[in-house]
């Protein structure tokens, strides 16, 4: 059994920081990509930064310059980095483990965790 557990979400003031984490457990061979989304209430969840393997990364416009996303491949974890937030940061971050292998042979699969909420008050 493989889960993702998110961590480090909460209410920030504007401007302030969060840092996530979302580790990956259980039998877990390796992780093509990690990524973080978001989904605000009413909105669509959106991506909000993933990155490969070999460290390669993608940011939504919206918060490039502010997030750094990174990754502990030996630990099966990513991290999100989240500075000068913004009131319209506020949402369920989740993370994503997408091209999951459990065994060498295994097909891959894509693996959600269940959510942390960031709050940012203006």
């Known amino acids: 059994q493989v889960q993702l557990v998110e961590s480090g979400g909460g209410l920030v003031q504007a401007g302030g920081s969060l840092r996530l984490s979302c580790a990956a457990s259980g039998s877990i061979f390796s992780i093509n990509a990690m990524g973080w989304y978001r989904q605000a209430p009413g909105k669509q969840r959106e991506l909000v930064a993933d990155i490969t393997s070999r460290g390669r990364t993608n940011y939504a416009d919206s918060v490039k310059g502010r997030f750094t996303i990174s990754r502990d491949n030996a630990k099966n974890t990513v991290y999100l980095q989240m500075n000068s937030l913004k009131p319209e940061d506020t949402a369920v971050y989740y993370c994503?483990?997408?091209?999951?292998?459990?065994?060498?042979?295994?097909?891959?699969?894509?693996?959600w965790g269940q959510g942390t909420q960031v709050t940012v008050s203006s």
């Open positions: 994503d483990a997408r091209g999951l292998k459990r065994t060498y042979t295994s097909l891959s699969s894509d693996y």
